[in-house]
């Protein structure tokens, strides 16, 4: 179920979390999937979902890749993130990614990363607007570049992820496309409620 509302609706307070046992499994998983993915085959699924992203985005009007829509909760979301814009999503996904560069590229330096990681301070503004669109791909394009330039990976010096715990270089960039992922499947929901209003008003 999706829909528009005026008001926003009683959600949770940002930073409040997943689910226990959705969050117990989706550590087994990420673990999983960070000694399955490969630095290269992360990279081009990084991209893949960054193109889906900007595309959805893209077939989306100005005026409402500005509304916030309220969707029923995706794997891998917070309750607070269920009434974000299209342009939110997109603020939210470069915040997200600027901060997985600096870490893997402090990390793989085998540097310590000082900053504390919290889910609440990466949320985006409700004045998000189709400037998210460039600079979300400003933000890609240096993730990309970053990444080539650095090499291997780290897989020794981490830093923690309020729900995975500590992660080494290489399992932050798996993080970055798995994230990538969640939020164009969040875009999906969005961009059909809007479509779904669309066909009412018609």
Same mark, same amino acid.
């Given at each position: 179920m999706?829909?528009?509302?005026? *008001?926003?609706?009683?959600?949770e307070?940002?930073?409040?979390?997943?689910?226990? &046992? +959705?969050?117990? #499994?989706?550590?087994?998983?990420f =673990?999983?999937? &960070? =000694?399955?993915?490969s630095?290269?085959?992360?990279? =081009?699924?990084?991209?893949?979902?960054?193109?889906?992203?900007?595309a !959805?985005a893209?077939?989306v009007?100005?005026?409402?890749?500005t509304?916030?829509v309220?969707?029923?909760?995706?794997?891998?979301? %917070?309750?607070?993130?269920?009434? #974000?814009?299209?342009?939110?999503?997109?603020?939210?996904?470069?915040?997200v990614? %600027?901060?997985?560069?600096?870490?893997?590229?402090?990390?793989?330096?085998g540097?310590?990363f000082? *900053?504390e990681i919290?889910?609440?301070?990466v949320?985006?503004? !409700?004045?998000?607007?189709? %400037?998210?669109?460039?600079r979300?791909?400003?933000?890609?394009?240096?993730?990309?570049?970053?990444?080539?330039?650095?090499?291997?990976?780290?897989?020794?010096?981490r830093?923690? @992820?309020?729900w995975?715990?500590?992660?080494?270089? @290489?399992? #932050?960039? &798996?993080?970055?496309a798995?994230? @990538? #992922?969640?939020?164009?499947? *969040?875009?999906?929901?969005?961009v059909?409620?809007?479509?779904?209003?669309?066909?009412? +008003?018609?």
């Amino acid at each position: 179920m999706s829909s528009h509302t005026t *008001q926003s609706p009683p959600l949770e307070p940002p930073g409040a979390g997943l689910p226990a &046992c +959705e969050l117990a #499994w989706l550590r087994m998983l990420f =673990r999983l999937a &960070c =000694r399955l993915i490969s630095k290269p085959l992360g990279l =081009r699924w990084f991209t893949s979902e960054a193109r889906k992203i900007v595309a !959805l985005a893209n077939g989306v009007s100005a005026a409402r890749g500005t509304v916030p829509v309220l969707i029923d909760r995706i794997t891998g979301i %917070e309750d607070s993130s269920r009434y #974000w814009s299209i342009f939110m999503v997109l603020d939210h996904v470069r915040i997200v990614d %600027e901060g997985i560069t600096l870490i893997v590229r402090t990390l793989t330096s085998g540097h310590l990363f000082r *900053q504390e990681i919290r889910i609440q301070d990466v949320k985006p503004t !409700l004045a998000s607007g189709p %400037e998210t669109i460039s600079r979300l791909l400003s933000t890609v394009g240096t993730y990309e570049s970053t990444i080539t330039q650095l090499g291997t990976l780290g897989r020794i010096t981490r830093h923690a @992820h309020p729900w995975f715990g500590p992660m080494t270089a @290489h399992d #932050w960039h &798996c993080l970055a496309a798995v994230h @990538h #992922w969640v939020h164009r499947r *969040q875009l999906e929901r969005i961009v059909g409620a809007l479509s779904s209003e669309v066909r009412t +008003e018609r």
